[in-house]
Each structure stands twice: as C-alpha cells, then as structure tokens.
C-alpha cells in the first residue's frame, strides 16, 4: 500500500534506526524484482505525499534501467516519456528528485545510444525534446539544462562492470553527433541572459545561470579522447578539444562572455565562470595555428589584466582559488617566448607579481591556491634559458620579489626547514667532526624552539611551524638515529645534551 511504502521511504533516508534503514534496503531490493515495480514507482510519483516519496521511486527506476539485461525498448521509451512529463508538469519537486528522476532518463539514453527503431535512434530523440523545454517558462527551461548536463556527465562517466569499449564508443559517438552543439546551445543561453538586465534577487534566474555553467563547464570537462586522465594531476591538465570546434574558440566573443559573465555575477555564480575560463586556457595548442594561438592567447591575457584591475571578486575564496588554477594552466600550455610577446606583457607580469606577493603576505586566506602561483613562477624561471625572444621576460626583476616575500611570509618555519634539509642532506661516511658540530648547533636550535612552542600550548600554536619541525625531526632520524647508520657523531649528542 501507499503508506507502507512512505513508511519504507522514512526509514530508508531519515530513519535513525539501524535495523529499520537494513530492513527498508532489504524492502527496496525485494521491489526492484517484484513484477509490479514500475506500477509502485507510478504510485508513488503520483499519490507520494513527500519528496522521500519521489526519490524513492526515481531510486528504484535507476536501479531497474540499468540492470545487465535491459528492458524491452517499448518499456524503456515509456519510461523515458513518463519522466519527461512527469518533470514537465510538476517544475516545482524538490531540486534533489528532479535531479534523480533525470538521471534515469540520461542512463536509458546511453544504453540505448545506439538502438534503432523503425530506422531511427530513438533515444537521441532527447535532445530535440530537450529544445522544447527551453522554449517555455523559466522552470521548464532549467529542467531543460539539467537534462543535458547530467546526460554529459553520463556520457562522460565510466562504468567499471560494463566493457570500456562500448562506453568508449558511445562516448565518441555522443562526442561527434551531439556535445558542440550542447556547448553552442549553453553558450547562446549564456549570451541571451547576459543581453538582458540580471535581477540577482530573482532565484530562479540564478538558479538557471548557475546550470547552465554547469553545462558548459561539463562539456569543457569531457574525455574527448578517452584518456581518463588523473583529475589529481591538475596542473598537467590539457583539454584536447576536437578540431570541429575551432571556430567556437577562435571567435573572441567566447571568451569575451565568460570574463564579462566573471564580473557581472555573484561569487557564487563567478567562480563556475572562472572554471570554464580554466579550461578555456587549457585548450591543446594544436588546436590554433602558431598566429591564431598569439591571438587567443592575447585575449586570455586581456582577461587577466582586467580581473587584476578589478580584483574585488577575488576577495572571495573561491574566486580566488579557481583564478590561481588559470594563471597556473597558462604557463602550463603556453611558453615564456609566447607570453612575452604580448602586448600587455608587461603590466600582467607586474599585477600577477603585485597579486603573488600579497597572497603570500596573506597565505592563510586560501593556503591551498598559493600552490598554483608557485608552480607558476617555477615553471616561468625554469624556462628563461629556452627564451629566444628579444622581448624582456622582465622575471630578473620580479622573481626575487617573489622569492622575498616567500621566506618572509614564512619566518621561522623557513629556517626550520632549511635546517632539516641542512642536516637531512648529509653523507654520513664523509663527514667530520666540524660538520657534526655545526649539525649539533643548528639542531639544538630547533629543539630549543620546540620546547619553546610546547610552553605555549594549546593557547597558540603555528600549523606552518609544527609541519618545518615534523620534517626536520624526520631528517634527523635518518641522519642521526636510524638504524643503518655507518657511524654515529658523539660530537652531536654531546652539544645536544649540554642545550
């Protein structure tokens, strides 16, 4: 019944009892077999008096489309029509059951990518369903988006108990027919949006703007070649997008939208604007021809200059972080030869030094950005030797500024640092009793700081200090207490224990 099955929804997703939440699961397991599943998920979409109600039965759909043997054809487009105006009708259900409810749409969608009916693919057919939406109220139209952003990101996603070369192939098919025109479709809504007065106060329409950058930001994030590439390694991150999509990219009101989208919208919404923008700069460089690359490249650099100018976003920290990831994908895909010779070189190099310097003074409001910016002004030293341009790089200038400001902002834990890697550094079997001595010195230092530190807990305490004295006492042990030691320093243990 109706409230035998509300009941099972209560336990299975706010119940607080152990043994009633196992035996709702075992309840939910016994129904995706039973022959009248799909009349009891009918039920409760229809009749549920709550939301948990709904999820339960776009639940129970999830599981029942994507078991190995699918269902018949027939059954799946029903299903598949069911949703799509059962979403359509009730625009107002509880964010979390629509997103469900669309994500049993975009699984049968993929499984069934290449089936034919009447000679016809009749699961592509969503897309141009999807169009319909975007034609009507604000509601329907954010359905709308998110059908097509959880279809890219089901098309994107790899199923590990299902062969990788069917998902590949449905994937590059997906990629071929359908996603340039997803992302020229989000771009021209972006565009619309962004050509009529923003009422921020309106939640819907931020909820739209917000969905549609998630589109767009899921089409840039694609496997284009089926690489699976490490999402950990973000700063080796290269987005290969197809040639088809050269004209997008070279067209400079592309970029132009997603810098005006930065600056015309809330953190909240700017910080996805900024994640597309990352991607952007992490186009292939094969993409562009060498002059067509200078130019694109002088736009990003344009955009830059502009936020730099402008930082009040970056107050914010998630601004501030994605920003740090675009500066970092910049030197990453492109080489010092080619930024400085642009025009604005110049004044970005000096802003980005000015914007590095006080993030250092003022590491703690985002410790983990700086990382970006370091890696940037590594990778912007390393490759001076390998510039032939007659353009001044102008780093001879600002690097040491940068270096500067590093130590500073670190203080003590600098030192400490030096001195582990000091005595961590050491060749046992050569050393003498002048080394040792001044081991003996720097580390009594230390632990007379470490004592010093434990005076003053638990009411003070420096999280950058604790992990320099972690890593120094780490050094330490390898040189002067491991077990495999060729020879051990009296000279050391006797300073030690005079400290």
């Not at 790089?393 to 030096?418: C, G, N, Q």
Request: hydrophobic share 40%; glycine share 4%.
């Amino acid at each position: 019944s109706l409230a035998e099955l509300e009941a099972l929804c209560t336990h299975l997703y706010i119940g607080t009892d152990l043994t009633q939440r196992i035996e709702a699961e075992k309840a939910l397991l016994e129904l995706i077999d039973s022959p009248e599943c799909l009349s009891k998920c009918q039920l409760l979409l229809e009749q549920g008096t709550t939301s948990y109600a709904q999820l339960l039965a776009a639940t129970c759909l999830s599981k029942l489309v994507s078991r190995v043997s699918p269902l018949p054809v027939e059954q799946r487009i029903d299903i598949r029509n069911y949703i799509l105006n059962y979403v359509a009708s009730q625009p107002k259900l509880a964010p979390f059951v629509i997103q469900a409810l669309i994500q049993v749409i975009a699984k049968i969608t993929k499984s069934g990518w290449f089936e034919v009916q009447k000679d016809r693919f009749v699961f592509r057919e969503i897309i141009a369903d999807v169009k319909t939406f975007l034609q009507g109220a604000m509601e329907h139209c954010i359905i709308g988006v998110i059908i097509l952003s959880e279809l890219t990101q089901e098309m994107n996603l790899v199923d590990y108990s299902k062969p990788s070369a069917k998902h590949r192939k449905i994937a590059t098919s997906f990629r071929d027919s359908s996603l340039k025109d997803i992302l020229v479709l989000a771009c021209s809504l972006l565009k619309e949006i962004l050509g009529k007065p923003l009422n921020l106060q309106d939640q819907d329409q931020q909820n739209l703007v917000m969905q549609v950058l998630k589109l767009v930001l899921n089409c840039l994030n694609f496997d284009f070649i089926g690489s699976s590439a490490d999402e950990s390694a973000d700063d080796l991150c290269t987005v290969q997008i197809p040639t088809t999509w050269r004209t997008i990219f070279l067209e400079p009101e592309t970029l132009d939208l997603f810098f005006n989208l930065y600056h015309s919208l809330p953190p909240l919404l700017s910080q996805l604007a900024l994640s597309c923008l990352v991607q952007f700069a992490s186009t292939r460089r094969s993409l562009f021809s060498s002059p067509e690359r200078a130019k694109y490249l002088g736009n990003l650099i344009k955009g830059v200059k502009r936020i730099l100018e402008n930082p009040q976003g970056l107050s914010d920290p998630g601004n501030y972080h994605e920003f740090c990831r675009f500066l970092a994908r910049l030197k990453t895909n492109y080489q010092l030869g080619e930024l400085v010779m642009v025009k604005e070189y110049p004044e970005v190099i000096r802003l980005i030094a000015n914007f590095t310097i006080t993030s250092l003074q003022h590491w703690e409001f985002a410790p983990n950005s700086v990382h970006y910016l370091l890696t940037l002004w590594q990778r912007m030293v390393a490759s001076v030797p390998f510039v032939k341009s007659t353009e001044p790089h102008l780093l001879d200038t600002y690097a040491p500024e940068i270096m500067k400001a590093f130590i500073t902002s670190r203080r003590l834990a600098w030192l400490v640092y030096l001195v582990g890697t000091v005595v961590g550094g050491r060749l046992t079997y050569t050393s003498t009793d002048e080394h040792d001595a001044m081991d003996g010195e720097l580390s009594c230092r230390v632990f007379q700081l470490i004592s010093l530190m434990d005076t003053g807990l638990p009411q003070c305490s420096n999280e950058k200090i604790e992990l320099a004295i972690l890593w120094f006492l780490d050094q330490f042990r390898k040189t002067y207490v491991g077990d495999q030691l060729q020879r051990t320093s009296k000279r050391v243990c006797i300073l030690l224990l005079r400290k």
